[in-house]
């Protein structure tokens, strides 16, 4: 069953990430593929990650679904104008990908090439339209295509906010989003189930699919790391200490994350698991967490 | 206002290797106030060169180097002094240095950088910063620039990067979309936050072909050089 029709039909759908790697090994990708096809519905193929340049997501999502997995291309805005955009997002629909996320993207100064130009010539909002546009059958201008694709288009959204400002700006951009035409949402990774079911409240007119985002934690140090890096994520005390007194921390990484996505489940769609590189540790999750 | 900052004196020094002498120009406009190119400056700069062997035969600031009948007409006396010269040392912005090298038959050296202020031109005193990008925005964002404002130049909203209210580009720059979310709470406008606004015309971003032809540019477009 394909993710659209899972979400569609209302039931609890699981995706992931592959990420692309840096070189043209493309050995562990398709390991990933193989290993992951038949345990989730499908697979976010990150594009550019972090502003660290890569093997394509496109050609990425391509062999990935040449080993049976199901892609969610993703399209950073950071890198492209809106011709190689579109361009780009016909060439998918030929190779055969039907599910995209429209994301703007880091600063090229996050990644390992500061020095690049940073493109945003359109923004999550305004690629949603372009895709929408493309869908209908005509470029951003209004030019007639000929043969169009019928992408399932789904967008980005960060749950844990620590300003006011923020967190309000995030919420009326998600509305442009879905007026935009995303079908879907996809979260930055959540910790407190808590804080979750409050976000989810605050969109429940929205009425679209969202699958929440979780990450397991490898070590106390990656919790400290991401609470102090990286925007949106709030990884609890409890947890960390968690995490420090484990002997075993795979074990309790994994244990942690199932445990989450238990408490989720029942206040969402679906779930979005990051492994960030324990990939082979997601079917276990999946498994502990009772999907 | 156009800003410069001088650039390293071994940037400068290598640009004038293999020659032995340099007449030095500096700029009485912006280059002045930036503390780049002033009388100061060039003071300082021949003294540099002059320790590191050169022979300077000669200086001169003019008002304004972007303006290239004011360096014709202000290098009028001095034509024996650049003529002695390898190569001139334009201490100004990239514009003063381009006018220089299309008004004097001479190697111009740049020695300063041309910091992007984000737009502004002319008289310009506050943070208040233009793109100058034909299809303004600023009804929608409570008088604040989104082009300059945000790091993305976002027409959408803010991206998912902000920490603690700063941009993820640095602790120390205001996330430019939360400035515009708290004014235009203030003015009670939040509603403008749902506008669909249509992504840039980057055609109308740059200089049409018009305001390149006008009678001022055709002035300035004289063939004649001096020295
Ligand atoms: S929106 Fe455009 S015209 Fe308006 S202030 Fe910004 S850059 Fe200038
Ligand atoms: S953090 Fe704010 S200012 Fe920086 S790019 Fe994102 S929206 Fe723009």
């Known amino acids: ?291 | 206002m156009i800003l410069s900052e001088q650039k390293p004196l071994e940037d400068i020094l290598g640009y004038l290797e293999g020659e032995k002498t340099v007449f030095i120009l500096g700029c009485n406009g912006c280059a002045q106030s930036s503390g780049s190119g002033g009388p100061v400056q060039v003071e300082e700069m021949k003294k540099k060169l002059e320790e590191a062997g050169f022979t300077v035969t000669g200086t001169k600031v003019i008002d304004f180097l972007c303006e290239k009948a004011l360096v014709k007409s202000g290098l009028r006396g001095k034509i024996d002094q650049v003529a002695a010269a390898d190569s001139i040392l334009v201490m100004t912005c990239g514009i003063g240095v381009q006018a220089v090298a299309a008004s004097v038959n001479k190697v111009c050296h740049p020695a300063c950088n041309t910091i992007n202020l984000g737009g502004s031109r002319g008289e310009w005193q506050g943070s208040e910063r233009c793109n100058e990008c034909g299809q303004c925005l600023l009804d929608y964002t409570g008088g604040i620039c989104p082009l300059t404002a945000c790091t993305k130049s976002l027409v959408s909203g803010a991206c998912g990067g902000a920490s603690e209210g700063k941009c993820e580009i640095s602790p120390d720059h205001d996330c430019g979309w939360e400035l515009i979310y708290n004014r235009l709470k203030a003015k009670n406008q939040l509603d403008k936050l749902s506008a669909l606004i249509d992504a840039l015309d980057h055609n109308k971003l740059m200089a049409r072909p018009e305001m390149l032809d006008t009678s001022r540019y055709a002035l300035e477009q004289s063939d004649q050089e001096v020295g």
């Open chain 1, 1 to 291: 069953m394909s993710l659209k029709s899972k979400l569609e039909s209302g039931k609890f759908a699981i995706t992931c990430e592959v990420g692309p790697l840096k070189g043209t090994d493309i050995t562990e990708v398709e390991e990933n593929a193989t290993l992951l096809r038949d345990k989730v519905d499908a697979a976010n193929i990150t594009d550019q990650q972090s502003s660290v340049m890569r093997l394509g997501s496109l050609i990425t999502a391509y062999i990935v679904l040449q080993k049976g997995l199901e892609p969610i291309y993703q399209c950073v805005c950071r890198d492209r104008n809106r011709i190689a955009l579109q361009s780009d997002l016909l060439s998918a629909w030929v190779l055969g990908i039907k599910n995209v996320l429209s994301i703007t993207g880091d600063l090229p100064q996050l990644g390992d090439h500061p020095e690049a130009k940073p493109v945003y010539d359109l923004d999550s909002v305004t690629l949603l339209r372009a895709i929408k546009g493309l869908n209908d059958g005509h470029d951003m201008n209004g030019n007639e295509l000929r043969g169009k694709p019928d992408f399932y288009a789904g967008a980005v959204v960060k749950v844990d906010s620590d300003t006011d400002a923020s967190m309000e700006l995030q919420i009326a951009k998600l509305e442009k989003k879905v007026a935009a035409g995303a079908k879907f949402i996809q979260t930055q990774a959540v910790y407190s189930a808590d804080s979750f079911a409050r976000f989810m409240k605050r969109i429940e007119k929205l009425n679209v699919p969202v699958l929440a985002g979780v990450i397991p934690l490898k070590s106390a140090g990656m919790a400290k790391y991401m609470n102090r890096s990286v925007s949106g994520v709030m990884v609890p005390d409890d947890l960390i200490q968690k995490m420090t007194d484990a002997e075993d921390k795979k074990a309790t990484g994994i244990k942690l994350c199932a445990d989450l996505i238990k408490q989720l489940k029942p206040l969402c769609q679906g779930v979005h698991i990051m492994a960030i590189g324990w990939e082979k540790n997601v079917p276990q999750i999946i498994q502990e967490a009772g999907l």
